[in-house]
């Protein structure tokens, strides 16, 4: 999956970026403000601070919020293929760099789930797959947002595994996904000191 987005047009990613903030705005974003009343419920039930309860919390004019911060990546230039720099020797010979994708990116967070939106669309904006573990809190919450991209990349021709949530809350999960040396290329923790 990480390679067939990494190949991917601009036109495509934005594409996908576009269907996903056009879900998340119509009834599939009702469910995932549905999904997001199961997780506040549980959390009031386990005895989370109200700061934690509000960070957790979605309402329609949240996830609408969140369609339109993945509209403003769509927006964005896309990075992949952009020359950073450039010199000539003075043999005549033309060196440069040039932004490519990572491959699969790992991204550990908390209790935010409009964090699965933010990361799941910078992610296909840059042409990287992304495997997502979010905090328990927001499970399905997290859950609904990650099939609304996984069904906006397989509407577009791309495989829907490029943005792939952990199905689990298991916290050995964590450490499963950091020790895939070889197959997640980088991981990026989000979150408190001790998380990170």
Do not use: W
Request: glycine share 10%; proline share 5%.
């Amino acid at each position: 999956a990480s390679r067939q987005l990494a190949i991917a047009s601009t036109g495509t990613k934005n594409a996908v970026l576009l269907r996903a903030a056009a879900a998340l705005r119509g009834p599939e974003g009702d469910g995932v403000v549905e999904a997001n009343r199961k997780d506040v419920a549980a959390a009031q039930e386990r005895g989370l601070s109200g700061a934690m309860l509000e960070r957790l919390r979605l309402d329609r004019g949240r996830v609408d919020a969140v369609a339109e911060g993945v509209e403003q990546v769509a927006l964005l230039p896309d990075p992949v293929g952009e020359i950073v720099e450039q010199r000539k020797l003075p043999n005549g010979l033309s060196i440069g760099r040039m932004r490519t994708p990572i491959g699969l990116i790992g991204i550990i967070y908390e209790s935010r789930p409009n964090v699965t939106a933010d990361a799941a669309a910078l992610c296909i904006k840059s042409g990287n797959a992304c495997l997502l573990r979010g905090g328990s809190e927001a499970f399905h919450s997290n859950r609904a947002i990650a099939a609304i991209f996984a069904n906006a990349l397989r509407a577009e021709g791309l495989p829907e595994e490029a943005a792939c949530l952990l199905p689990t809350t298991d916290r050995e999960a964590t450490l499963v996904m950091i020790g895939l040396e070889g197959i997640v290329d980088l991981v990026i923790p989000r979150g408190g000191e001790a998380l990170i």
